[in-house]
């Protein structure tokens, strides 16, 4: 009789301990091995970052990798920005890259503010220390309601979009219309 009761409660532990390690991984965390270096997946991944109490932006993905030397790797990237306590733009792309306090996005980047801008280029940063959006690349910036586009290559710009630096700027009307 006791053979069988110590049977029964190494099974329920043993189908407990199962349990708990199912549910310890979930769809959020899974420890990959070797096989690309990262040293945790991350489905679903949010992070939030602030600076003297203020939310600055919101970096959410559907996969995030993190590495030994502090960096994130992240496909389908969502990210909110926020002044005083609101979101004032969107940024969306295939990937970001989160390291030591940087952010990068990369791959058909798309920059919507809540009043109607639109900024797209194929990579950019988020200049932590002057709460700037910095580019390099090409950049297109178009606004509801206005059928002008302004381009270049090269952009520093807030989160609103309000107050944008492109270096060799192009101003273009509706199709059809002469450059400025």
Not at 16 to 37: H, I, W
Not at 80 to 88: H, I, L, S, T
Request: glycine content about 12%; proline content about 3%; charged content about 30%.
């Amino acid at each position: 009789m006791h053979g069988k009761a110590g049977n029964k409660r190494r099974g329920i532990w043993l189908l407990a301990a199962l349990l708990a390690a199912g549910c310890g991984r979930g769809e959020n965390t899974d420890t990959v091995g070797a096989g690309d270096g990262a040293s945790q997946v991350t489905r679903n991944f949010t992070t939030t970052a602030s600076d003297s109490g203020q939310v600055r932006y919101v970096f959410h993905a559907r996969i995030a990798r993190a590495y030994d030397d502090d960096e994130t790797r992240a496909e389908q990237v969502r990210v909110e920005f926020y002044d005083a306590g609101r979101v004032v733009s969107v940024l969306t792309a295939r990937e970001g890259f989160l390291e030591g306090g940087r952010m990068t996005a990369k791959g058909d980047v798309v920059v919507e503010t809540t009043d109607g801008a639109r900024l797209e280029t194929q990579s950019l940063y988020w200049d932590r220390e002057n709460q700037k959006i910095r580019s390099e690349e090409l950049v297109r910036i178009t606004r509801r309601d206005d059928p002008e586009v302004l381009t270049g290559r090269g952009l520093t710009t807030d989160p609103n979009l309000d107050l944008v630096d492109i270096q060799n700027p192009s101003l273009t009307g509706p199709v059809g219309a002469e450059p400025r």
